[in-house]
């Protein structure tokens, strides 16, 4: 495919963001240009990436407001002393007094409308008996569908005062999000957010997650692409504007192994350490990205 020099600043020696491989003097440089539409049909065919119009946009940006204001209402709520069930009620009845529906409710066979990841969890906790307690973190993970359109984001909160550990990790993973993030322009690879997500992490001395990865979104809960959180520079599928996804480093403050719990969902360090996550679903845009699910990440944590 052609790639239109107008859509993107691409020097002669980088790679060409057609996806050949090849470098962008060697390939498109210059020549033809290729439609919007071709673009479209060849993500479709190659990789089963849905590329998204400009009402999809819309509607996603819509669903990821409700999700916004759902983990806004859980930061007003959550309290030590409170079960992670009664943040799952607050959730699923917000959700629903919206008129949306909450995307986790019977995705396969989940139980719940949220999942709550205390600790040691890394993800897809079930909410239930547990009682928060101070000094614990807690990740909130929210995925409202509005008029059949899924955004899908999650926050790391504490509650009451943290201790060193959890501030770290929770500041590391804020910050591994933000890492993945700066990376998404057209013309960068799928593999470009992995590495800067996972050099970052890695630095900071804590590990990534590999069984869990960011993923398309927007027509269904979850899309191709996927997108881990580690990965090699210049490597992976070339981003077009269009592609909305998901990027959501599970960051441990130990190893980077997991166990799954026998109710066959919840993922725990196999060490027992701390484990953050926060999550954006993000839009490739003409020049880089926006965030359709914009919450702030850059005021002091607590
Ligand atoms: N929200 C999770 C994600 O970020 C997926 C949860 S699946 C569920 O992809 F079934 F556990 F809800
Ligand atoms: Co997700
Ligand atoms: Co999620």
């Known amino acids: 495919m052609l790639f239109r020099k107008r859509d993107v600043r691409v020097g002669r020696n980088d790679p060409c ?46 669903a990821g407001r409700l999700a916004i204001e759902t983990l806004n209402l859980v930061e007003q709520h959550i309290r030590s002393g409170m079960t992670t069930d009664e943040i799952n009620t607050l959730v699923h009845e917000f959700t629903i007094q919206h ?12 139980p719940k409308s949220v999942c709550v990841s205390v600790n040691e969890e890394i993800c897809h906790g079930i909410p239930g008996n547990r009682v928060l307690k101070e000094g614990d973190i807690a990740n909130v993970d929210v995925t409202p569908i509005v008029d ?23 500041h590391v993973a804020r910050n591994s999000l933000k890492a993945g993030m700066a990376q998404i322009k057209p013309g ?5 957010i992995g590495w800067a997500i ?25 899309e191709p692409p996927q997108l881990p959180h580690f990965g090699q520079k210049d490597k992976g599928i070339v981003l077009v504007p269009g592609m909305v996804f998901t ?40 020049d880089g990205f926006e965030s359709l699910t914009p919450y702030d990440l850059d005021s002091p944590l607590s």
């Open 17 to 62: 963001p057609c996806g050949s491989g090849l470098k962008y003097k060697k390939c498109c440089l210059g020549k033809e240009a290729s439609s919007p539409e071709e673009t479209k049909e060849r993500y479709l065919k190659d990789y089963g990436i849905r590329l998204k119009g400009k009402a999809d946009i819309e509607g996603i940006r819509r």
């Open 99 to 110: 008129g949306a529906k909450p995307a986790p409710l019977h995705y396969r066979g989940f």
């Open 148 to 170: 059949g359109y899924y955004a899908d984001a999650s926050k790391t909160f504490f509650l009451g005062t943290p201790g060193p550990e959890a501030k770290k990790i929770v």
């Open 188 to 192: 960068n690879r799928i593999g470009d």
């Open 198 to 222: 996972q050099s970052y992490a890695e630095r900071e001395g804590c590990s990534v997650v590999r069984e869990f990865v960011g993923h398309g979104v927007g027509f269904e809960f979850h």
């Open 247 to 286: 990027v959501e480093p599970m960051i441990n403050l130990g190893r980077k192994e997991l166990r799954i719990l026998p109710d066959n969902w919840t993922a725990v360090t196999d060490d027992g350490s701390l484990s953050a996550q926060f999550e954006q679903t993000l839009l490739v845009t003409e």
